[in-house]
């Protein structure tokens, strides 16, 4: 396991960036929503806005099952943050269909994924994976309440938010792990204890999905600010 801590999230998706930039601009990467990857996906639309159609393949980790240009869509705040002033070759996203019935698209998903990635014993296999970490321990959309019933499946599937009853669609702990790389990139004070706890394997780590991300490439890596960080630095 490999640890990066930095001082602000600010420095923390510069160097992330960087990483991507010199690691995996022509790789095939699954990336995630929410607050966290914002700054991120800003500073590699910034540091590669001067290329054009780039090659690198994105997926996502995880979709609400939303239309496109809804605030809660992962693939609206990639396509105004990181699929700016065509950087990306846009034939190359492949977007979650939050709209479409999410029993339907995660059929529909999972043939993208065995058509366009390698399959690795049958299992699709992502460069690179990056997740974010939820306060309640959960990664991609593999929440606490679910998790036990959902870690057979090889495929993505259909998930349910434990509080709002949403549909989601995610990929599933055996892809995730069936990755060449994994990086959490995870910020601020609310995470740090679940963070300890998953790290030094101690508390209630075992009822925290994040805690069975351990891809069999063993290339995993946390990228943590110095408050998600506190209870490692003490």
């Not at 943050?81 to 950087?87: A, G, S």
């Not at 995660?106 to 460069?127: A, G, Q």
């Not at 490439?217 to 600010?225: C, E, G, K, T």
Request: charged share 25%.
């Amino acid at each position: 396991m490999n640890i990066n801590i930095y001082k602000t999230k600010e420095e923390l998706s510069d160097k992330l960036s960087d990483y991507v930039i010199n690691n995996h601009l022509n790789s095939s990467i699954a990336i995630s929503g929410g607050s966290t990857p914002l700054l991120l996906f800003k500073s590699l639309s910034t540091k590669l806005s001067s290329s054009k159609n780039l090659d690198t393949k994105f997926y996502w980790v995880d979709e609400r099952c939303v239309p496109p240009d809804s605030e809660e869509s992962n693939y609206k705040m990639a396509r105004e943050n990181l699929f700016v002033n065509n950087i990306f070759n846009s034939q190359n996203i492949y977007r979650i269909k939050g709209e479409k019935d999410p029993f339907e698209e995660v059929i529909n998903y999972n043939k993208i994924l065995r058509d366009n990635l390698t399959l690795d014993k049958n299992i699709p296999s992502f460069d690179l994976i990056i997740l974010g970490l939820g306060d309640d321990g959960h990664t991609a959309s593999l929440f606490p309440h679910e998790f036990k019933n959902l870690r057979n499946k090889e495929e993505c599937l259909v998930a349910t938010h434990p509080s709002s009853g949403q549909k989601r669609i995610s990929l599933s702990e055996k892809i995730i792990n069936n990755a060449k790389e994994v990086i959490f990139h995870v910020t601020g004070a609310g995470k740090k204890y679940v963070i300890d706890e998953i790290i030094n394997n101690r508390g209630n780590y075992k009822s925290y999905p994040a805690s069975y991300i351990n891809p069999k490439s063993n290339n995993l890596s946390w990228y943590l600010d110095f408050e998600a960080s506190e209870m490692l630095t003490k």
